[in-house]
């Protein structure tokens, strides 16, 4: 699908403009004390010429035939790159809990990767301390994998998936 670079991108912003649209796709996850699920994912990145860019993420457990069994993770949050070609990200959650990540951006490629800085749960949220994430373009699609430290295990693989632009 044909992508254009928005004219109003914040200088900031253009090193991740690669990003802005809607991505739909297919992934799966794991994590000790859990069944294997796949999951299906919906992605909007989206700017309005300031320096950052507006991320909405939901998702929906499928079942082998990739069937909607039910609505799983939701979150919204901002990616805020800077100058020097570091990134701040700021998210929220459905479940419970909020996060400051830290991260930057790679010179050469489209893609980058960010660790939690911060966490902050509610009292009713499961236990999370911590995550990486990397997100990539290859070859068109927007790839990307979460690491999650989590109710007493380390850093670890969580969820991974392979998204089309819309």
């Known amino acids: 699908m044909p992508f254009e670079i928005p004219q109003n991108i914040h200088p900031n912003c253009a090193p991740l403009a690669w990003l802005i649209g809607t991505w739909a796709g297919n992934g799966h996850g794991e994590y000790p004390g859990i069944d294997s699920f796949q999951f299906g994912q919906e992605i909007l990145f989206q700017q309005d010429g300031r320096p950052f860019i507006h991320y909405m993420s939901r998702s929906w457990i499928v079942d082998e035939q990739g069937n909607h069994v039910r609505e799983a993770a939701q979150e919204t949050g901002f990616l805020r790159p800077q100058a020097d070609g570091t990134l701040e990200v700021v998210l929220t959650h459905n479940l419970g809990y909020a996060e400051i990540w830290h991260g930057e951006l790679h010179p050469e490629q489209p893609r980058f990767e960010i660790v939690t800085?911060?966490?902050?749960?509610?009292?009713?949220?499961?236990?999370?301390?911590?995550?990486?994430?990397?997100?990539?373009?290859?070859?068109?699609?927007l790839l990307y994998a979460f690491d999650m430290a989590a109710m007493g295990h380390e850093l670890q693989p969580h969820t991974h998936a392979q998204l089309k632009r819309q």
């Open 117 to 141: 800085d911060a966490v902050a749960r509610t009292a009713t949220a499961k236990e999370y301390t911590g995550g990486k994430r990397l997100y990539g373009y290859v070859n068109g699609d």
